[in-house]
Nanobody, 116 residues
Framework: QVQLVESGGGLVQPGGSLSLSCTASGLTFSVYAMSWYRQAPGKERELVATITSRYGSTTYADSVKGRFTISRDNAKNTVYLQMDSLKREDTAVYYC?????????WGQGTQVTVSS
């Protein structure tokens, strides 16, 4: 079955950096668009960044533009989210998502806490 396994979450100080990874199995990774979402307590899940399957084009939410970088390594079936200049407002559970047409899959989520 399809599995998306995330890692790299944790506690970091404001202004610090953190790198998240999501490794997929059970699907043809290279044909899926990959995204990172996040959800803070009491708030709806929001799209953070997306990278397409064909050309690797990237898009970002305005709130993270210039601070976060999404990338993928198809040989490793892995998508990454490099987070720099972290703010307290970035605190959330971060989720990996694979999407191809009507087929979509979620990772289990990993907690990112930005606090001094």
């Amino acid at each position: 079955q399809v599995q998306l396994v995330e890692s790299g979450g944790g506690l970091v100080q404001p202004g610090g950096s953190l790198s998240l990874s999501c490794t997929a199995s059970g699907l043809t990774f290279s044909v899926y668009a990959m995204s990172w979402y996040r959800q803070a307590p009491g708030k709806e899940r929001e799209l953070v960044a997306t990278i397409t399957s064909r050309y690797g084009s990237t898009t970002y939410a305005d709130s993270v533009k210039g601070r976060f970088t999404i990338s993928r390594d198809n040989a490793k079936n892995t998508v990454y989210l490099q987070m720099d200049s972290l703010k307290r407002e970035d605190t959330a559970v971060y989720y990996c998502r694979a999407q191809r047409g009507p087929a979509g899959y979620w990772g289990q989520g990993t907690q990112v806490t930005v606090s001094s």
